[in-house]
């Protein structure tokens, strides 16, 4: 349903996005992850045909984005990371403007959007610019569904959101997947890659890793560690400090630990531990999650364009 | 897989007493405060100390009323009524010294993008009214540490946003503040780049600095040695990470967090 080859982007002398591929299938529900200045972004952008790339080619449902861009704005519905609807129109004006520029009405496709809709239309009178941001959130997704796209790309909707309103968010995705949508969505929180079926994993423009989040942390063959005790700042520190650690990064009350010797077993870090006096130490084997997955590539990722640099230096040198 | 069989609950979660319990000063105090815009109650009366070198998490779900906390502990807003202390100081009549004592930071606000990395320390510093002796020193330690003197004269708009943050940490530390107020501090920001934030943060607690930080990561509530929860206005829960997670019968702060936020009735 979506096709994407090589494609580049580049501002200035910065490269947004670094010849990236991938696909997604009919139905799929499928996620960017990355941090802020990945390229997600851009990369959507692309695809919706509002940015043009400076290299490659990509295909929205079988038409080029360059080519047939007109034909894709059919077809696609788009949710912007920045709200973008008119404010000083009403909720209901809002939505039959969408409706109209597409040559539908609200009752037309008031199905596919009832069960997000409902829960805003008792403020359908009100102006958009004064609605809350769980409720903005709510009206964008209606306007972006109501020409019933094949495609939904959605950019961030669930940043700066909290828990609960951000597990609600993905519960009404799931169910528009079941309706024969395609999903593309971002997001900035590593724990929602687990909601989708198949991620890829971005970093400075460039694609870590792209699987079935399960197929994600079962390839990540390395041997993980969690630490505890009662000082988790100076936890971090011994264990950074020890010469049979390569990573120890801080995920909620443990530490994680990356071994630089494949055989480090728990009872020599809790061994380790205790003999720098730590309080209540545990430590056992761990199986990896997405996070520590992409903390993994991205650290190998950095090696690889420093020593590329390093060498360049010795090229001018 | 090669490793050996796992299980998270093996590693049992005794309550742990940090290096708070030795000593508890109260840094700031909060007595039934109140806040009304019109007929709606911002925050309901809400009572909680925060004390000296503690990293306290300011957590609740969006509309819950934190921001405007967070605002009159800052010195920006009056409450409609209570009794509160900031640093030692009245939130009614000594705002500006509130100010002083205080630092800064929050994800959308942080530094000047068109200013190079000297000129935003020096425009800060000049704001916070320290002395051309003391700004010369405070700039040099502070981006030596952060590794950042080759870069002092770059605008801060080439920068990666994860630098922004940790250098928007420094200057908010520049004036010598007794509390740090960070809101959402690391929203956007890599996996990596976060954790080397936290340790910052640790860094400035182990100090002595009050650290008050508002956050959407759970696991982050985790490295909290407080965290209070805000529902509807008022404060729901109250305790060590620990502790709560014991009471709420939750793994994860996650758990804990999503069966407050469920039952609020407010959404905004």
New interface residues.
């Given amino acids: 349903m979506i096709k994407v080859e090589n494609i580049s982007k580049s501002y200035a002398d910065v490269q947004a996005l670094k010849a990236i591929s991938f696909s997604v299938e009919k139905g799929e529900l499928f996620g960017l992850i990355?941090?802020?200045?990945a390229g997600k972004t851009s990369l959507m952008r692309i695809l919706m045909t509002l940015l043009l790339p400076n290299g490659g080619r990509a295909e929205m449902a079988g038409l080029d984005v360059v080519k047939e861009y007109k034909k894709i704005r059919r077809l696609v519905g788009y949710m912007p990371g920045r709200f973008s609807l008119y404010q000083d129109l009403t909720v209901e004006e809002n939505l039959s403007f969408f409706a109209t520029v597409f040559g539908t009405t609200i009752e037309e496709n008031y199905e596919l959007i009832r069960d997000i809709y409902v829960q805003i239309e008792p403020f359908k009178k009100r102006l958009a610019g004064k609605l809350?941001?769980?409720?903005k959130q709510k009206l964008a997704l209606s306007c972006a569904l109501i020409h019933k796209p094949e495609i939904l790309v959605l950019d961030e909707p669930t940043?700066?959101?909290?828990?609960?309103?951000r597990?609600e968010f993905w519960e009404m995705l799931k169910k528009l997947q079941q309706q024969d949508i395609t999903i593309l969505v971002s997001t900035?929180?590593?724990d929602e890659a687990g909601l989708c079926d198949r991620v890829a994993l971005m970093?400075k423009g460039e694609m870590l890793s792209i699987d079935s989040p399960q197929q994600i942390v079962?390839n990540y063959?390395r041997?993980?560690l969690?630490a505890?005790s009662?000082?988790?700042?100076r936890l971090?520190q011994d264990l950074r400090q020890w010469d049979q650690v390569k990573t120890a990064?801080?995920?909620?009350?443990?530490v994680h630990v990356t071994p630089s010797n494949d055989r480090l077993q728990p009872d020599e870090v809790k061994a380790h531990l205790e003999k720098r006096n730590h309080?209540?130490v545990?430590s056992?084997?761990?199986?990896a999650g997405i996070?520590d997955v992409?903390?993994a590539l991205?650290?190998s990722d950095s090696r690889s364009t420093q020593s590329q640099s390093q060498s360049n230096e010795v090229k001018q040198v | 897989m090669k490793q050996p069989n796992y299980d998270n609950s093996e590693l049992n979660t005794e309550t742990a007493t940090g290096h708070l319990s030795a000593k508890r000063i109260p840094i700031i105090t909060v007595k039934n405060l109140v806040k009304k815009f019109g007929n709606f109650v911002a925050n309901d009366h809400l009572t909680f100390d925060v004390y000296k070198g503690e990293i306290f998490g300011f957590l609740g779900a969006n509309g819950a009323g934190k921001t405007t906390a967070m605002r009159i502990l800052c010195g920006l807003s009056s409450p409609t009524s209570g009794e509160l202390m900031v640093g030692g100081y009245d939130v009614y009549k000594q705002t500006e010294l509130i100010k002083r004592n205080i630092g800064y930071m929050s994800q959308k606000f942080s530094l000047y993008e068109d200013m190079t990395i000297a000129e935003n320390v020096r425009f800060y510093a000049g704001i916070y009214g320290l002395s051309r002796q003391q700004r010369k020193e405070k700039e040099d330690r502070m981006l030596k540490k952060l590794g950042l003197e080759p870069e002092r004269n770059k605008l801060i708009a080439s920068l990666p946003l994860g630098w922004k943050q940790k250098l928007a940490f420094s200057i908010a530390l520049l004036h010598d503040p007794q509390i740090v107020f960070l809101d959402e501090p690391t929203g956007g920001v890599d996996p990596i780049t976060r954790r080397q934030f936290w340790d910052f943060i640790y860094e400035a607690a182990a100090e002595g600095k009050t650290i008050f930080v508002t956050t959407h990561y759970m696991d982050e509530a985790e490295y909290c040695d407080r965290v209070s929860i805000m529902v509807d206005g008022r404060i729901a829960a109250l305790d060590t990470p620990d502790a709560l997670k014991e009471q709420f019968k939750s793994e994860d702060m996650n758990g804990v967090f999503l069966q407050l936020a469920r039952s609020a009735q407010r959404t905004e």
């Fill in positions: 990355g941090p802020d200045g809350s941001g769980g409720m940043t700066g959101v909290d828990a609960v309103s597990k900035p929180y590593m970093q079962d063959d041997p993980l969690a505890r009662d000082d988790m700042h971090i990064y801080a995920f909620g009350r443990f309080q209540h545990q056992s084997f761990i199986k996070e992409f903390m991205m650290a």
